[in-house]
């Protein structure tokens, strides 16, 4: 996927809409953690990513007893993900300080990004995004409190220089971790199944540790709002931590940074002043319409409908001038489908069901708002009869895609989401595709693997959807997942779309949605 750097793109703020987000920033709860043990990282090639994690000692409480010279190091382990600020205590002990302490801290969401942290970096994205900090010290001692924000589990100081007459001293190491919910907030699932149990509890761990003062996509790496992580993050949400205020907030910040012409961007930057990116992708523009409508059926909020439904119908509005006079979604290049990560397979056929999913939630919300929507209708009726017609290969009872007919599981599944067919049709669809296309391969990220599952429990094949939650969600927790990743592929486990796996976020908001698939068809 190529995201588009495009300075022309003018855009426009509507500043009563981002005064009511404004006005719904949280204030974010602070937790301070004690680290709580110590450990080595070691390579180890019986582990899935090559390294173990091995106590040295089962509490801190030793640490300030321990001395640190050049090419020392201490792991700290903080026990579980946290997001927050970290600070330390450093002392130098020995004779007078004659040179500073030249420090390199490391934060880590998995051992492997400390096993490989001294090793040269060859990955897509910046290198400023791996999380560690080179620090001269002057004079100690000294209460060092970083002042970037990280996301981790474990946490290095490793000694780069001091001076031959004096050592270093570690105590009272604390993490500051904040979050807007609190996981005393949610019910716990109790299903009777421990392995569904553990996932729900990661999955929860997961959507708080990306709830800061928006609904970020991850903590360590973007930070941003990302459209189609909200949608995701709204719904599990809504069923744990049902925190209204976060999701309007969301909601409003797109609303009130489109471009000239209306358009969404697919994510905002938020950190300081809020900044729409110039990205813009098909799927993520009409899953505002999404997040509207799931926003809307939870919470009847008349306010926030009549304010965003103008903007949503634009982005259907602009939507629509890419289907032609057959009904069919003619994608353009510069306004690309993301779906999921992977580029292994066509697209087109899912931006087709896409469209199709989002008309019928917009036709919901125009009937609340008393709009004519008959020419919306009418669009409704050539995409699905363009999907039925020339997509559908009766004979193989599946649907086909891209100019070479390709048979993929996501057109399968976003077909069978957007309901093209009848119920017994839907049901026979996603039967055969597990039958022809499972086991699954191909497919990069937990988002996309969540819309297989959500399909699977629509069209009534609840135990393969729960199998498949299990099989996948349950794979990361065996490989040592505290919280869900960014991006996961069973068949190649050390997958990264950005060609690194130091680079990876591993805890990434929309891989959160076992929370919301379990308790909405879990009965």
Known sequence: MEFQMNQKIKFKHNFELLE???QLKPRLNTEKVTPKKLVRIVPNQEELFGYSVVPIAESVTGLSKMLFSKGQRVILDLGDHHVGNFQVKIDSVGSPMDAPLWLHVVFAELPVELGTIHEEYNGLLSSSWLAEEYLHLDVLPTLLKMP??????????EVLDTSPKWKVAFSDPAFIAESSVSLDQVVKLNSGDQVLDKIDQVSCKTLHDCMQDVFEDGPKRDRRLWLGDLRLQALANYATFDNQQLVKRCL??????TTEDGKISANIFTQTELIPDDTFLYDYSLFFISTLADYFEHYQDQEVLRD???????????????????????IDSNWPVFIDWSQEFDKSTCA????????????????????????YREKLNKLTSYAIEKLYDRQRGLFISGREGEVNIASQVWMALAKVLSPAENHQLMEITQKELFPITGIATPYMYHHVCAALFETQHSAAALDLIKNYWGRMIEYGADTFWEAFQPENPVFSPYQSMAINSYCHAWSCTPAYLLRKYLK
Do not use: W
Request: aromatic share 10%; glycine share 6%; proline share 2%.
């Open 148 to 157: 970037r924000r990280y996301a981790c589990r474990y946490i290095m100081l």
């Open 20 to 22: 009511k987000a404004r």
């Open 308 to 330: 965003l439904f103008p903007i949503a119908q634009q982005q259907l509005d602009m939507a629509l001038q890419l289907v032609n006079e057959e009904g069919e979604v003619e």
């Open 352 to 375: 087709q069901a896409v469209v199709i999913y989002t008309v019928k939630q917009f036709l919901e919300l125009s009937n609340e708002m008393h709009v004519e929507d008959g020419k």
């Open 252 to 257: 409003y910040l797109f609303g009130g940074l």
